[in-house]
Structures are given as C-alpha cells and as structure tokens.
C-alpha cells in the first residue's frame, strides 16, 4: 500500500502563489507516475498536471504558471502554482500510480479570492 499526504494548500490572492507538497509513504518502490488532480464545488475531478517517465504535462489552463516536480529522495510530489486565479480554488488532490493500482492523498484546500 502507499500513503500520500497533501499539505501547501491556503488562502491567496489573485496573482499570489502557492507550494503544494504530497508526500508518499509506505511500499513506494515502483512508481513510476504521480499526478495532482484538482476539484472545485459541483465539478468533476481534473487533472492538473503529471509526471511519467521524468516528463511533465499539463492541462491547458495551468500551463505557463504551475509546474510539477518530483524530489525521489525526500519521496515527495510538489507543484509550485504561481499567478494564482479565483479559477484555480479547489481541492487539490495527490495522485500516485505503481502498477495497476492507483493511490490517492485526503486533498488540500486552495482559495484564491481577493
């Protein structure tokens, strides 16, 4: 089994930034993706962005001013979100993937509102 645990997430203004930091516990050899999802209030989960192989992708909303990174010593998934909008609220959620099984963290609440 693998554990993640979500932190970072808070309160920012418009054009802020924020850190979010997931890290990952438990049988965590072989993994080989990690991903942040995101879901704001009655919509559907999203994804944010990913990490496969060393390579990064992101959903078009967020590319240019979020960006994935994973530190394999500490075991740990961030993404660094700058020039935060109030479309970027949501619970953002750590997502691990090891074989067939897919891994989720509790989330992490960011607000962006002036």
């Known amino acids: 089994q693998v554990q993640l645990v979500e932190s970072g997430g808070g309160l920012v203004q418009p054009g802020e930034s924020l850190r979010l930091s997931c890290v990952a516990s438990?049988?965590?050899?072989?993994?080989?993706?990690m991903a942040w999802y995101r879901q704001a209030p009655g919509k559907q989960r999203e994804l944010v962005a990913e990490?496969?192989?060393?390579?990064?992708y992101y959903t078009g909303s967020v590319k240019g001013r979020f960006t994935i990174s994973r530190d394999n010593v500490k075991n740990t998934l961030y993404l660094q979100m700058n020039s935060l909008k109030p479309d970027d609220t949501a619970v953002y959620y750590c997502?691990?993937?090891?074989?067939?099984?897919?891994?989720w963290g509790q989330g992490t609440q960011v607000t962006v509102s002036s």
């Open positions: 997502n691990a993937v090891k074989g067939r099984d897919n891994y």
């Open positions: 438990g049988s965590i050899v072989s993994i080989y993706a």
């Open positions: 990490i496969i192989n060393g390579n990064s």
